[in-house]
């Protein structure tokens, strides 16, 4: 089983920055890959980046490139989401993502954190 809370969300004014936070708790399962979603309202849920656990590899959509970054820290279970030069359009609900492996079964599985608000003001 994988928990994910979330943390770090708020109003913020275009240009701006902010930094999301996720803590992942874990029993009996392997967090290979970690990620960032959001989904503003009357959108589906979009992919923002993501993280292996394994060798730090990043993938970040275009929309965010070059002002966001993700990154972890596999002692602590965290991921971290920094976002700089935010714009009205950053404006979601972020989710943070997990996908594991179930170590007695060796099943795959996803776990979702409960979102956090994302406001970003012109």
């Known amino acids: 089983q994988v928990t994910l809370v979330e943390s770090g969300g708020g109003l913020v004014q275009a240009g701006g920055s902010l930094r999301l936070s996720c803590a992942a708790s874990?029993?009996?399962?392997?967090?290979?890959?970690m990620a960032w979603y959001r989904q503003a309202p009357g959108k589906q849920r979009e992919l923002v980046a993501t993280?292996?656990?394994?060798?730090?590899?990043?993938n970040y959509a275009d929309s965010v490139r070059g002002r966001f970054t993700i990154s972890r820290d596999n002692s602590r279970n965290t991921v971290d989401l920094q976002m700089s030069n935010l714009k009205p359009e950053d404006t979601a609900v972020y989710f943070c993502?997990?996908?594991?492996?179930?170590?007695?079964?060796?099943?795959?599985?996803?776990?979702w954190g409960q979102g956090t608000q994302v406001t970003v003001s012109s």
């Open positions: 993502n997990a996908d594991f492996v179930n170590l007695p079964t060796a099943r795959t599985s996803s776990a």
């Open positions: 993280i292996t656990t394994s060798n730090g590899r990043t």
């Open positions: 874990s029993s009996r399962a392997h967090i290979h890959t």
